[in-house]
């Protein structure tokens, strides 16, 4: 899509912008360094106060000039030179944010942007980067809160003029298969929807079904998940989330005594963008197992690449349970990467350590509620949209388990495959 590139019409620089013009393309050079000391010879002539108009000019003339020759390296060095030393405005924000977009560095581009948004009320032209800038980012909630603003030729350019009730649906399927046959393979099935709820919010829900039949029981576990994402100002997301399970057991073994019960597990996550980087904090309460666990979750993602390809996050959490009076405390480690060797194709990987049972994960969405303990887990996923409105996901993972009775060690192996629908 065309990108609008006349940011304001200038007059040719002045001697001095030639000069540090020069100085750009030849700043190695001993000609280079001729020039710069006749340069500030001259400078040092004026008034103080005429010194910088003069040098606020010459930043709005040169950075102008490198942008209009789309010498984008050299702006972003440029600018952010002059933004060091006390040369900001709304403009050069703006160049610097459509430098770093052309390279693709959309992260480094949307705190340009913002940071422009602050000096000015922002036009037309920056309210267009600043919507794709922030889709690139995967900060949806955030496109849609800034379309709030667009005029009509601005919701046509980007279509955002009748934006899409449901975002995407996905349904998915898999079996969990242990490595005793002391239990039974699990089986698993799920489907979700994710909508707007509201101009500028969207919201995710989903209905999960499980059953696994044991040497004590079969199991048959229903959930209900449901989260809301708010946007707000300087990308932050709060994202209330509440899961409600209701599992039941049929062919009880009789020297057992077991019943139904409706656990459920209420989070809030708030998360916040800056730069190269993301951070969550997460807390969590939770009734599993008759128990009561009170979680709180901190994780950073770092994308050591602006332009998304790849992230690394890791993550602690602190798990209080609550059981017959007795407190029990817990520390929770994850860590992951993400990879996308192709633009269609998303490669991932985590290890959690957890040697607990009852706890929650991703703002109360996974949920651990069997009586036995998880040790630690590997999951490998990989997710491919092969057209415009379809992806294919799939997810394995390892895990190691120590039964709550005998403290007898087994293991799971899982699959999921996932079909997802795009809207």
């Known amino acids: 899509m065309d990108r609008i590139k006349t940011i304001r019409n200038f007059a040719l620089p002045s001697y001095m912008g030639i000069i540090h013009f020069i100085l750009i393309r030849k700043r190695r050079g001993i000609f280079?360094?001729?020039?710069?000391?006749?340069?500030?010879?001259?400078?040092?002539?004026?008034?103080?106060?005429?010194?910088?108009?003069?040098?606020s000019q010459v930043v709005d003339k040169i950075s102008y000039q490198l942008f209009e020759l789309g010498y984008w390296t050299d702006l972003i060095d440029y600018a952010e030179d002059a933004?060091?030393?006390?040369?900001?405005?709304?403009?050069?924000?703006?160049?610097?944010?459509i430098a770093y977009y052309e390279l693709k560095e959309y992260r480094q581009a949307l705190y340009h942007f913002e940071k422009a948004k602050t000096l000015q009320a922002p036009d037309d032209v920056l309210n267009e980067y600043l919507y794709y800038c922030y889709i690139y980012n995967n900060q949806y909630e955030q496109a849609l809160k800034l379309s709030k603003h667009f005029n009509k030729h601005l919701l046509d350019a980007t279509a955002t003029n009748h934006p899409s009730i449901i975002i995407f649906a996905?349904?998915?399927?898999?079996?969990?298969?242990?490595?005793?046959?002391?239990y039974k393979p699990m089986y698993y099935t799920q489907t979700g929807l994710t909508f707007r709820a509201g101009r500028n919010m969207t919201a995710y829900a989903a209905y999960t079904y499980i059953t696994q039949k044991n040497y004590y029981a079969t199991l048959q576990q229903q959930q209900y998940y449901l989260t809301v994402n708010?946007?707000?100002?300087?990308?932050?997301?709060?994202?209330?989330?509440?899961?409600?399970?209701?599992?039941s057991f049929s062919e009880v073994?009789?020297?057992l005594s077991l019943s139904a019960a409706s656990p459920i597990v209420a989070g809030l996550s708030a998360q916040k963008n800056y730069k190269n980087f993301k951070c969550e904090v997460r807390t969590s309460y939770s009734n599993l197992s008759n128990e009561k666990q009170y979680m709180q979750h901190i994780e950073v993602t770092h994308y050591p690449l602006s332009d998304n390809t790849i992230a690394f996050n890791s993550g602690i959490s602190f798990l209080s349970n609550d059981s017959s009076g007795k407190n029990s405390f817990h520390t929770l480690v994850n860590v992951g990467a993400k990879y996308y060797p192709l633009k269609k194709l998303s490669l991932s990987a985590s290890y959690l350590y957890a040697n607990t049972k009852n706890f929650n994960e991703q703002n109360a969405y996974l949920v651990n509620n069997s009586g036995d303990e998880t040790g630690h887990r590997i999951n490998v996923n990989f997710d491919w949209s092969f057209s415009k409105h379809m992806s294919l996901y799939g997810i394995?993972?390892?895990?190691?388990k120590t039964e709550s009775y005998t403290q007898k060690a087994y293991g799971y192996n899982a699959g999921i495959l996932g079909l997802k629908m795009i809207f």
């Open 253 to 255: 073994n009789p020297l």
């Open 83 to 97: 933004i060091v030393k006390g040369e900001n405005f709304y403009y050069l924000q703006i160049r610097l944010g």
């Open 32 to 55: 280079a360094s001729c020039i710069m000391t006749l340069f500030f010879l001259m400078m040092n002539i004026n008034h103080s106060k005429a010194q910088e108009t003069v040098s």
């Open 170 to 182: 996905n349904i998915e399927g898999g079996t969990k298969i242990p490595s005793d046959t002391f």
């Open 396 to 400: 394995y993972f390892s895990e190691t």
């Open 230 to 247: 708010i946007p707000l100002a300087h990308s932050w997301l709060l994202s209330p989330a509440v899961h409600v399970l209701s599992y």
